[in-house]
């Protein structure tokens, strides 16, 4: 009886329930552990709470934490109680499990604390679980984090990002606190109407619109029609890694339109985009050897990447005169893609000016980009959109999966 009583306190058994029965099978390496309750026991109404005598009972199984490498099952002699204004139903809760789900509170805190650090099959597989099981857990208890723990009442600068779910499939949009670099919501699509489920959901967790001052996003049309719809009071400021891109693509354009005529140029594509501090030895030298000579369009365009690299790091009052510089510069370039970006500066002059002035980092983006990096992975092969969202919100939040036997 030693056994049984440690038995009881590892297992939180307690008043009126009591270890009945203890059944070791070797062959299939698993331990039942029958649990009742004690006789004359009155249960209370789950919607009066009023104590009723028990109708009937019969056993329901979860699966618990592994004993050593034994499977562990409670079987709980679950009772359905005789209400008078309620007529005979299953009483409300029991300590150890949900009752319309085969685990116990304690695995399925395991299975969280497993999906945290490897992907859901990995997880499904360490556990002997299907996985569609586990992602039913797994989004049950992301939506009691997100209802318990999510709070944005100090919220006030939000990063706006993309990635799609599968390769060009199933687009998502995340928000995220720029400051804490938290998720705050995710959701499928890219369009305005996204920003309306921001706008809701920051109602939904002690947030307010009116205490965010700054957006941080891309200049996609979408998003600035969502911005204005709903957060006009707050201040634009594009990413500076998608304005970068903008005169990135510019540059390629014109390299392309170029190549054909100067074969030189055939495989160049990454000289010219990548950052020349990331370029090696061979590329350094090459690209020097065409910057001497500017008669090549794409020389012409790439020689202004670096002066507008740089309006990130000046004083905030040089911003707009060194642009201007700038922009008159590019101009006598007479290229039609450097034209073109030129007016994507003027279409969306305030947000570019914030970037520059403010020279707000990249971090919280590249801390999204890794969640998002991770999210794939730990979501691999099940990329569905909603798993993929639910994932996110896990690995973008630092939730706490508790359990508490009552
Ligand atoms: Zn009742």
Redesign the pocket.
């Given at each position: 009886m030693e056994f049984d009583k440690a038995l009881s306190d590892i297992l939180e058994v307690k008043k009126p329930w009591f270890i009945r029965e203890i059944d070791v099978h070797k062959g299939t390496k698993s331990v039942n552990v029958f649990i009742d309750y004690e006789e004359r026991t009155t249960f209370k109404?789950p919607?009066?709470e009023?104590q009723?005598k028990v109708h009937d009972s019969r056993y329901r199984v979860w699966r618990h934490l592994n004993i050593v490498d034994y499977r562990c099952y409670l079987n709980v002699k679950v009772p359905r109680i005789k209400?008078?204004?309620?007529k005979v139903l299953v009483i409300g809760e029991v300590p150890w499990g949900r009752l319309n789900i085969h685990f116990t509170h304690l695995f399925e805190q395991e299975v969280m604390k497993l999906c945290a650090e490897m992907s859901v099959s990995a997880v499904a597989k360490q556990l002997g679980e299907v996985d569609t099981t586990l992602w039913s857990i797994f989004h049950y208890q992301i939506e009691q984090a997100k209802k318990k723990q999510l709070n944005f009442s100090e919220v006030r600068r939000i990063c706006v990002d993309e990635t799609a779910s599968k390769r060009g499939h199933n687009y998502v949009t995340i928000f995220s606190d720029a400051d804490s670099g938290d998720v705050l919501y995710a959701t499928e699509g890219r369009t305005q109407e996204s920003f309306a489920g921001l706008y809701s959901e920051l109602f939904e967790h002690m947030g307010d619109p009116n205490y965010i001052n700054q957006f941080i996003m891309d200049m996609s049309k979408s998003y600035k029609a969502g911005w204005a719809q709903y957060f006009s009071h707050t201040q634009i400021i594009f990413d500076r890694f998608h304005i970068k891109k903008g005169l990135n693509e510019a540059i390629d354009k014109v390299r392309k339109s170029e190549v054909g005529h100067v074969e030189k140029l055939k495989r160049t594509r990454y000289l010219w985009l990548k950052n020349q501090c990331d370029l090696n030895e061979v590329e350094t030298r090459m690209l020097k050897e065409f910057m001497e000579d500017c008669n090549y369009n794409t020389v012409k365009a790439y020689s202004l990447k670096a002066g507008f690299d740089q309006l990130w790091n000046v004083q905030p009052k040089a911003v707009e005169p060194l642009l201007e510089v700038w922009i008159n510069k590019a101009k006598n370039t007479y290229l039609a893609p450097i034209k073109t970006f030129i007016n994507t500066i003027k279409n969306n002059y305030n947000g570019i000016i914030s970037s520059m002035k403010t020279g707000l980092t990249n971090a919280a983006a590249e801390g999204i980009n890794s969640i998002i990096q991770l999210t794939k992975s730990r979501a691999r092969g099940f990329r569905n959109v909603n798993n993929f969202i639910s994932m996110i919100y896990m690995l973008g939040n630092d939730f706490k999966f508790y359990h508490s036997t009552k």
């Open positions: 109404c919607n009066c009023q009723c209400c008078d204004r309620h």
